[in-house]
């Protein structure tokens, strides 16, 4: 494919969103043109619009044909109406540098766009930026001359950083001496051309570049309206801010070595401590740092379980993230007739952040609630609910709605084994003196009652406890006459 890269998913076959980054609309039945020629095996998939990129995950095989279109590499866009067999489609026309280059054109020397130093903080800027990228502070009136560069070699060390040239480990993802960066995107570049003739051809194909969806069964109109209000936001031009405010006050000399690491250690500890502070203060200011506050939970939860800490504190991470809630909740307003697939996905990624991989299953009514307790004010129906946990399976999603003799639904994982379980609910008897209830199961559990109940039965049916029927109610105890 010549425009579009590939592009990241997540385990629910949902893109993963970068910082700052929001779920438009979507659309299902998309085919993609380059030009005037099909994309073949990318003809039939759900095409996505977030605020920075359009994004196709194709049906079939959505792990392995899932690519992108960043939205800053458009300069225009056109609708056209189907024709009899001819589908509705849009027209997106690029800019020049974003054809993905040739293998011969990477050979020749290239000319890489200006640059301007920052008089403040002696930051090297793109020369297509107006602002200061680490300090903020506008553009100076100088002009910089363009400079020609040899394609980097393989064996140059690409961990150097361009704020203070401290070399670092390949591995680090920041600088070890001021913190800065190191993922940085190379530098937009211009083919310089070996010939008239070469130029000509580059020219010819850069003035042409353009692509288009194919919606195969409508919806190009709401999704064309989008994309235009997407492309006058821009919203891929305004600055990343850090999920911690940065304080007003003057900026202080790095340290370097240890005790400068140390020292941004606990300057993030207190930025996030005056954070989770302020944010707490009232509502509004709430809502306004939710999507902020979610991934700093997230990114602890993620922490706490690499360095194995007691289940206690994750069960009480989870609880909080259960009250920040979902920053991005599905709803049927964007995802039009794909809205239970989506809902599905949405509801896949939420339930692998609660249930135990193996062990661990859910029933549908507490999920329901749970559920929309996280979506806030966009909550969902029942039957809604429903129908997003019955395609788990037809959408290959690691989660499975089953139904017990008694009509009782639950959500558990595929993995999920009786005979594990069984062997589990066993093990509580013995700890319980050889006995156990219904509702004292459930309360060890934390489960629902009914849950309880069918547990306690599979158990029975493996042979490894046996009930005790009696005025006081129902009794299980451990099976001794085992053969």
Known sequence: MRYFERTELSSSRRPVLQAKESLIIQHANVGLYERKSKVEDYQDGVCYLTSHRIIYVDAAQPLERAVELRLANVKQVEGVNGFFRSSPKITLYLLPESAVSSPARNSTPQLVLPTWVCPICSFANAGTLEKCQLCGVKRSEEATTPTTAL????????????????????????????????????????????????????????????????????????????????????????????PVERSSAPSTPRSAGISGIQSRIEKNTLEASETMTDAFQDLDRLIAKATDMVKLAESISQKMSKEGNADGDLSTLHTYLLNLGIADPVTRGATGSMYHQELARELSEFLSKILNEQDSMKSLTDLYCIFNRVRGVALISPEDLYKAAQLFESLKLPFRLRKFPSGLLVVQSQYMDDDRAARRILQHVKQQGGHVTALRLAEIENIALALAVEQLLITEQKGLICRDESPTGLTFYENLYLL
């Open 151 to 242: 394609p980097p070699s393989d064996s140059q060390d690409g961990s150097a950083c361009r704020v203070c040239t401290f070399i670092n480990h390949p591995s680090m993802m920041q600088c070890e001496m001021c913190g800065s960066d190191l993922r940085t995107e190379p530098s937009p570049t211009v083919s310089t051309p070996t010939s008239i003739s070469d130029s000509a051809a580059a020219t010819q194909i850069d003035d042409d570049a353009h692509v288009r969806l194919a919606f195969r069964h409508g919806g190009q109109s709401g999704f064309l309206t989008k994309l235009k209000g997407a492309l006058e936001a821009k919203a891929w031009e305004k600055p990343i801010e850090s």
